[in-house]
């Protein structure tokens, strides 16, 4: 046999065998081509608790799933038991339980585990480290290898691939392990996302035990669901935030994620294009290590081990890019689904088991496929990838400072952007700070400019914020501040597509390439930036303008009892201009008015006489926040906006719409898209057979019921519930939604004179574009300067208001097969329209709106609950006019079926309104820019027809 492979499995008749478990190896695993001399066996040990003996089975046990509250049990007993592990924790999720790590490697190199760490972190900048000094710690070093898994909770495999990892790597001496534990140290997180799983394994066994139809998952974490891996810019999430800490404090060499979506396992490297930040180390890094796993799995036969053909390696949101924006090496896996029950004939397409050059030892058409399966080609692809990079630990730990110091050299060209400078006076203060606080706590380093001066063609000015690019943490500045150019080309898109922060925060930045910036005098912030709130002046008037800064929605919540008001129009008073929308308390307690300001951090002025301006009233809504029992992907964001900004509302689910008197209970619904189609938010969750199916906290589901909870979660909002959302509006209450709720509201005829078209030859996946504000009186657009504003679009809903646009499927020219040249602009070219220079055609070209009751589907094949309506929409922001004007960052095809087309409209109906968005104004925790055309809709619930201009009566008389 091999060398590599005698050396694997030297000592194996040395060590003595766990024979029981051994036996339960061989005996769960249902296709014994699934196994490498790496896991055919347990070795047995005195004091360490295998699995077996812990939980009474192994895993890979058909039927059975594990509580990641056991598991964090499992591993404190490991620590205990071997001077092998360390037990420690990152912190608490959203509900509170514990996200935890489990060290492994000699017990003396665990002894010097903080003195490794200084050492990492000497590495990671080349700033105070010589290179004299840097080949000695790479000699002597240990690369950390971080394992992460169970982000994805319905992903159950790696969790319990895990388990028998961490025993395994403490108990078993071969040379081949051996070797993992004196030149390495294996971190371990078995589950990352812990509400999540808890909450699988609940309606896993719910289902078993009952014999009746589960719950579906519509909640993991508090928010989102599988957007709990798109979190990596945004860094809402209280696991996103563990892992970046933990990054930033152990600099770990490479992070490893491990996931479930593919046959039989996938090891990431990508079809590009690569963004372009990327150094070309971990480009090649991908490739040597995945090469190394397909390469060992196939000279022992196991089939189903491939690379390339999945990803693409563009968007930098993912966990596992938490680690390839602070040059370490992240990575990931995709594996056969763990079950955990057994497929006696799992059949794949062609698709995934044809012979390719990735793919050279392909997934069976057919196959029997059992978790044992999972935890075996797992495991042993990741050994074969512990010990690549214990064996090669100077490669990996050279390969670590070279990328550091590349960024940082990156920085100081004279062909290169130097720095990139954000104003500090700028209207929105607080969401300046917001923007510039995420960057610091993921790193980066942010200065203060100590004087006036002037680099390339940029004036800064003292105060300004000056990020330099001469950092180690380059590499994640330049994909996030950078702008993305995904041309049409490449191949089909994974995720999003264009994502540049400042303007997704709607934040003035400009780009310095200049070397000179750096030699300018400027104080490195060590803290994050925290603007004053006060109020300044007298009289028993404050005036709070509208800057757009979010904190500022929460005024209203936090002073229930105050008179409050909104300008209607910019006003001045005493010198100082106020924009549309200004708060206006009058006779307010000053006290309590400059108590939650400071909380804030929001500035007002004291006057003595109220401004004589138009003006009305800032009453505090009673809301309502509407959620379907199928899923919680996206609405979670909105959630998450509402509960950060301190907007009160109540939480209830689809099938009470039907219940009605909507309107007695609430004036504003919030209805964020259900995602899926219109009708999956119409039905709901089936109604097959007669058992209901509950979700709810009971002694079998003790994890369930934390948000919201319902003995039977079936049936969705029905076309009655549709009535009873147009009664509400009718009878004077806001509604406000997004994506399908946009759908839905249009193709049953509630919003009249909007549809929804699905131009064929449209293409856009995640971009930024430019939103024209067509109507700068509506409420909607308080606190926005100018006329434009980057937006965050996705290809649907295509709004028109007015007649016309019909129902087409939807053009993909990046789909399988079309074309896979790789064309990437790298993201410093900027777009040929600044986001913020206005467009001369669509300050002059305001299409009038001109309503319909026409339904996108004709008056034959749709439900519609009106006649011809009698209020016209509000066309409020829409798309430029100009097709090439359109796109910012990322990338659209056929720009030119969105020209003129409406973002955000205003719906009249009745005493209500309906105010809806075909950009998303919430998403994930990155288009803080464009929140308050949310916040607005929620403040002026009942004024959204301020600024309408007045209709012209009708002429009288004779002939």
């Keep these: 046999m091999l060398a590599l492979l005698a050396f694997a499995a030297t000592a194996h008749a040395e060590q003595k065998p766990d024979v029981e478990y051994t036996k339960l190896i061989e005996q769960h695993l249902v296709d014994k081509r699934i196994t490498t001399e790496l896991v055919d066996h347990m070795p047995a040990s005195d004091t360490v608790p295998s699995p077996l003996k812990f939980f009474g089975r192994i895993p890979g046990t058909p039927g059975e799933l594990t509580y990641a509250k056991d598991i964090q049990r499992y591993y404190e007993t490991l620590a205990k038991a071997s001077p092998r592990a360390k037990f420690f924790t990152l912190g608490k999720t959203e509900e509170g339980r514990d996200l935890i790590v489990l060290a492994i490697a000699d017990e003396a190199v665990l002894k010097d585990l903080d003195q490794n760490k200084a050492a990492l972190a000497a590495l990671g900048d080349p700033r105070k480290t010589s290179e004299a000094q840097a080949r000695a710690l790479i000699k002597t070093a240990k690369p950390i290898?971080?394992?992460?898994?169970?982000?994805?909770?319905?992903?159950?495999?790696?969790?319990?691939?895990?388990i028998e990892l961490a025993y395994r790597l403490i108990v078993e001496d071969t040379p081949f392990v051996e070797q993992i534990r004196k030149n390495s140290v294996v971190f371990i997180t078995p589950v990352v996302e812990v509400d999540g799983r808890e909450k699988h394994v609940d309606t896993y066994y719910y289902g078993k035990k009952t014999n009746k139809p589960k719950p579906p998952l519509m909640y993991w974490g508090r928010y989102v669901a599988h957007d709990n891996n798109r979190d990596g810019m945004g860094q809402f999430l209280k696991l996103t935030q563990a892992i970046t800490a933990g990054m930033l404090e152990w600099r770990p060499t490479v992070l490893h994620d491990l996931h479930e979506a593919q046959s039989y396992l996938y090891a990431s490297t990508g079809t590009g294009p690569y963004n372009p930040s990327l150094d070309a180390i971990q480009s090649n890094e991908w490739w040597l290590l995945a090469q190394t796993e397909v390469m060992e799995m196939a000279k022992r036969g196991v089939p189903g081990v491939w690379t390339y053909g999945f990803y693409d390696g563009w968007v930098p949101n993912y966990l596992f890019w938490i680690a390839v924006t602070h040059n370490s090496f992240g990575r990931f896996y995709e594996v056969q689904s763990y079950g955990p029950d057994i497929n006696k004939e799992l059949k794949l397409p062609p698709t995934v088991t044809s012979r390719e050059w990735y793919r050279p030892n392909p997934p069976l058409p057919s196959i029997a496929w059992g978790p044992r399966n999972t935890v075996n080609i797992q495991q042993s692809a990741l050994l074969f990838a512990l010990n690549k990079v214990a064996s090669d630990h100077e490669l990996y730990l050279e390969n670590y400072w070279l990328k550091n110091k590349r960024a940082i050299d990156a920085g100081k060209q004279a062909d290169a952007i130097n720095a990139w400078v954000v104003p500090a006076k700028q209207t929105a203060k607080l969401n300046v700070a917001d923007m510039l606080n995420t960057l610091r706590r993921q790193g980066a380093e942010i200065s203060v400019a100590d004087t006036d001066f002037t680099a390339g063609k940029v004036k800064v000015a003292a105060g300004d914020y000056v990020i330099r690019a001469d950092q180690p943490y380059r590499t994640l500045l330049d994909m996030y501040l950078g702008v993305q150019v995904y041309p049409a080309a490449n191949p089909r898109p994974y995720d999003d597509t264009g994502w540049t922060m400042q303007y997704m925060r709607n934040v003035d930045l400009k780009v310095v390439r200049d070397p000179a910036v750096l030699q300018q005098k400027m104080t490195l912030l060590t803290a994050d930036i925290a603007p004053k709130g006060t109020i300044t002046g007298s009289g028993n008037t404050i005036l709070i303008n509208h800057t757009g800064d979010n904190p500022l929605v929460a005024l209203r919540f936090k002073l229930p009892n105050a008179k409050m008001q909104a300008a209607e129009e910019a006003f001045e008073i005493d010198g100082r201009k106020y924009a549309a929308g200004t708060f206006i308390l009058t006779n307010a307690d000053r006290n309590a008015v400059e108590k939650v300001v400071a909380e804030l951090g929001v500035s007002g002025e004291a006057v003595a006489t109220a401004p004589s301006v138009k003006s009305h009233a800032l009453t505090t809504p009673r809301i309502g926040y509407l959620h379907s029992w199928l899923r919680t992907q996206d609405e979670g964001?909105?959630?998450?906006?509402?509960?950060?900004?301190?907007?009160?509302?109540?939480?209830?689910?689809?099938?009470?719409?039907?219940?009605?008197?909507?309107?007695?209970?609430?004036?504003?619904?919030?209805?964020?898209?259900?995602?899926?189609?219109?009708?999956?938010?119409?039905?709901?969750?089936?109604?097959?057979?007669?058992?209901?199916?509950?979700?709810?906290?009971?002694e079998l589901t003790p994890n369930l019921g934390v948000l919201d909870q319902a003995d039977d979660i079936r049936g969705g909002l029905g076309v009655d519930g549709i009535a009873e959302l147009k009664k509400f509006v009718e009878a004077g209450g806001t509604l406000i939604g997004d994506g399908t709720t946009v759908e839905l509201l249009t193709q049953y005829g509630v919003a009249q004179g909007v549809s929804i078209s699905k131009p064929t030859d449209l293409f856009s996946k995640g971009s930024i574009m430019r939103g024209v504000l067509a109507d700068q009186a509506s409420p909607l657009v308080y606190g926005y300067e100018g006329k434009e504003l980057p937006v965050y679009f996705s290809e649907a809903p295509v709004l028109t208001v007015g007649r016309g646009a019909g129902i087409n499927p939807y053009f993909d020219p990046?789909?399988?097969?079309?074309?896979?040249?790789?064309?990437?602009?790298?993201?410093?070219?900027?777009?040929?329209?600044?986001?913020?220079?206005?467009?001369?055609?669509?300050?002059?070209?305001?299409?009038?709106?001109?309503?319909?009751?026409?339904?996108?589907?004709?008056?034959?094949?749709?439900?519609?609950?009106?006649?011809?309506?009698?209020?016209?929409?509000?066309?409020?922001?829409?798309?430029?006019?100009?097709?090439?004007?359109?796109?910012?960052?990322?990338?659209?095809?056929?720009?030119?079926?969105?020209?003129?087309?409406?973002?955000?409209?205003?719906?009249?109906?009745?005493?209500?309104?309906?105010?809806?968005?075909?950009?998303?104004?919430?998403?994930?925790?990155?288009?803080?820019?464009?929140?308050?055309?949310?916040?607005?809709?929620?403040?002026?619930?009942?004024?959204?027809?301020?600024?309408?201009?007045?209709?012209?009566?009708?002429?009288?008389?004779g002939l």
């Design 814 to 957: 990046n789909a399988p097969g079309a074309r896979l040249s790789q064309n990437v602009t790298p993201n410093a070219v900027l777009p040929a329209v600044s986001p913020w220079k206005p467009d001369p055609a669509t300050e002059e070209k305001k299409p009038a709106p001109n309503p319909s009751n026409l339904s996108p589907f004709g008056s034959n094949n749709r439900r519609s609950f009106g006649a011809e309506p009698t209020q016209e929409p509000r066309t409020v922001m829409q798309f430029p006019a100009k097709a090439d004007d359109i796109l910012l960052s990322g990338l659209l095809v056929g720009g030119s079926t969105l020209t003129n087309k409406a973002l955000l409209v205003d719906v009249p109906s009745g005493k209500g309104h309906m105010v809806l968005y075909a950009l998303r104004p919430f998403w994930r925790w990155q288009t803080q820019g464009s929140y308050f055309l949310g916040f607005n809709a929620i403040l002026h619930w009942d004024h959204l027809d301020a600024g309408t201009p007045p209709k012209k009566e009708a002429a009288s008389g």
């Design 145 to 162: 290898y971080w394992l992460t898994s169970g982000i994805h909770s319905p992903e159950t495999g790696g969790p319990e691939t895990l």
């Design 637 to 698: 964001w909105w959630r998450a906006a509402l509960d950060a900004y301190g907007v009160p509302y109540t939480y209830f689910a689809d099938i009470k719409v039907r219940e009605g008197n909507l309107r007695k209970k609430f004036d504003v619904l919030i209805y964020p898209t259900v995602n899926g189609t219109v009708a999956d938010a119409v039905n709901g969750v089936p109604l097959h057979g007669n058992d209901p199916i509950p979700y709810k906290k009971s």
